[in-house]
C-alpha cells in the first residue's frame, strides 16, 4: 500500500470518528429512559415557568381579600393563594426565580470551581496549597450565615442570592477538578506540550481544562438541584426575594405560616411537587450524563 493510501485512509478514519462518538453517546443516552424523562420534565417544568404566563395571563402584584384561599374551580384551576392571587400563576412566577437561581450558581460555581481547581492542580506546590487552603476555608463556613450576613448587608435579589450559594458550592467543584489535573498533568500530552516550551496558562486552558470539562458537566447538573433546594430552604426561612416576588419555598412557606391546619392543600402541594420533581429530574439528568462520561472515558 502506498504512502497516498494509507493517507487517505486515515483521514477517512478520522471523517468517522466524530460520528461514531456521536452515535455512542447517544446509544448510552437512549439506553437510559430515566435520564430522558429527567431531560422532559426539565424541559417542561422550564416552559411552564417562564413561557406559561404568556397564555395564562394572571395578576401576580395586586391582592384582593374576596378571591383569598379559594379552591380549585373554574376559573382558578388551582385555586388562590392567601393574598388572592392565582395559584398557577404563583407557580409560574416561583419556577422563574427557582429556576434563575439554580442554573446561574450552576455556571457561576462550576465555571470558577474549574478555573480554580485545574490552575492549584497543575501548578502544585506553595500555590496548591494555598489555594485548597481558601477552599477548606470556605467550606467551613456555613451556608445560611453567610447569606444572613449578605441580607443584613443587601437588599436580596437574584443576583446576591445566586452569588452567595454560588460562594458555598464553588470549592467542591475546585476540589474535584484538582483531583483529576493532579492525574493529567502527568499524561504524555501535558509533557509533550511543556517541552516544546507551552506557558502553563496555554497548558491549564487549552488542555487541562478540556479533559475535565465531562466531569464537571455532571458536577454542574447536580448544582442545579443543590441550588434548588438550598434556595427553597432560605425562602421557607423568610430569606428569598422580597414580596411580591416569590418562589417554591417561599409558597411553602406561606402555607405552613398561615393555612398549617387549614386544609387548603392546593397551596401546599403544587409546590411541592415542583420542588421535587425538578430536583429528581435533575439528579437522574445527572446520572445519565455521568453514564455517558464513564462511556467515553472507557473507550478512548
Given amino acids: 500500500m502506498s504512502a497516498t493510501d494509507v493517507r487517505v485512509r486515515e483521514l477517512a478514519e478520522a471523517d468517522w470518528l466524530p460520528a461514531k462518538r456521536l ?3 447517544a446509544d448510552v443516552a437512549g439506553q437510559n429512559r430515566l435520564a430522558i424523562a429527567g431531560l422532559a420534565v426539565i424541559i417542561f417544568l422550564t416552559l411552564f415557568s417562564f413561557l406559561g404566563p404568556v397564555f395564562y395571563h394572571t395578576d401576580q402584584i395586586s391582592t384582593s381579600l374576596l378571591l383569598q384561599d379559594l379552591p380549585p374551580a373554574g376559573a382558578h384551576l388551582l385555586g388562590t393563594t392567601p393574598e388572592g392571587r392565582d395559584e398557577i400563576g404563583q407557580l409560574m412566577v416561583g419556577g422563574q426565580s427557582t429556576l434563575e437561581i439554580g442554573f446561574a450558581v450552576a455556571v457561576l460555581a462550576t465555571g470558577f470551581g474549574l478555573i480554580w481547581g485545574a490552575v492549584s492542580g497543575f501548578i502544585g506546590g506553595i500555590l496548591d496549597a494555598f489555594m485548597m487552603r481558601v477552599v477548606d476555608a470556605l467550606l467551613a463556613i456555613p451556608i445560611l450565615f453567610f447569606v444572613v450576613l449578605l441580607a443584613a448587608i443587601l437588599t ?3 443576583f446576591i442570592i445566586s452569588f452567595a450559594i454560588s460562594v ?4 467542591a467543584t475546585a476540589r474535584l477538578v484538582r483531583g483529576e489535573v493532579l492525574s493529567l498533568r502527568t499524561r504524555d ?10 506557558r502553563r496558562w496555554y497548558v491549564v486552558f487549552r488542555h487541562l481544562t478540556p479533559n475535565v470539562l465531562g ?3 455532571v458536577t454542574a447538573t447536580l448544582q442545579i438541584a443543590d441550588a434548588i433546594l438550598i ?3 432560605l425562602a421557607f426561612l423568610g430569606l428569598g426575594l422580597p414580596p411580591p416576588s416569590t ?3 417561599k409558597m411553602l412557606s406561606n402555607y405552613v405560616e398561615n393555612n398549617l391546619y387549614s386544609g387548603h392543600w392546593w397551596e401546599f402541594w403544587p409546590a411541592a411537587i415542583c420542588v421535587v420533581a425538578i430536583v429528581l429530574a435533575v439528579n437522574v439528568v445527572g ?12 473507550r478512548r
Fill in 23 to 25: 452515535r455512542l453517546l
Fill in 156 to 158: 436580596p435579589n437574584l
Fill in 168 to 171: 458555598s458550592s464553588w470549592p
Fill in 189 to 198: 500530552f501535558v509533557a509533550a506540550s511543556t517541552s516544546f516550551g507551552a
Fill in 215 to 217: 466531569i464537571t458537566v
Fill in 231 to 233: 434556595y427553597a430552604g
Fill in 247 to 249: 418562589s417554591w419555598g
Fill in 287 to 298: 446520572d445519565g450524563l455521568h453514564d455517558m462520561v464513564e462511556s467515553r472515558l472507557i
